[in-house]
């Protein structure tokens, strides 16, 4: 089989499942993407924006076009900003308060999805070891039915089928 059949195949067993959730993952990210509000997409608009290469090469190339204007260094223009170059100073802080509040505002968004997610994780997990537990017991009642000695000890085995305390270890995790 070549690797354009074994492409074309159709994905079975972990494979498939691994695609399933990467699909959803997708889905979900799509979902919160196109709940975003308008000032969340503006947010997001402009710190994409400012963090591009591009706009960093504009600044560049307008900081020293100002700079050349105002040290007097472009003949027949005349400079409007002499140094300290006050206006410059504004403008940039002016410009730097406002990018920083959108950063803050997509830095905000993206810490609230975050969450989501470890919210969504630890669901999942508590979810994981409750079937787990279940497991254990089977495996444990199937083991003393076919008479199994085992290499865990009945002590290990019985602490690992208790049902795990959420509440006392998010207590020790706190301290």
Partial sequence: MTSVDRDRAPRTG?????????E????????????RSWSQRLSDRITNIAAS???MLAHAIWFTAWILINTDRIPGVTPFDP????LLTMIVSLEAIF???????TQNRLGKQADLRANLDLQIDLLVEREMTAVLQLLKDIATHLNVDTHVTSDKL?????KTDVTRLADEVDR
């Fill in 14 to 22: 972990a494979i498939q499942a691994v695609e399933e959730n990467v």
């Fill in 24 to 35: 959803k993952i997708k889905e979900w990210d799509r979902a919160l993407l196109l709940r």
């Fill in 53 to 55: 290469g591009g706009s």
């Fill in 83 to 86: 140094f300290p170059f006050q």
């Fill in 99 to 105: 990018l920083a509040l959108f950063v803050l505002a």
């Fill in 158 to 162: 019985s602490d690992l089928i208790k």
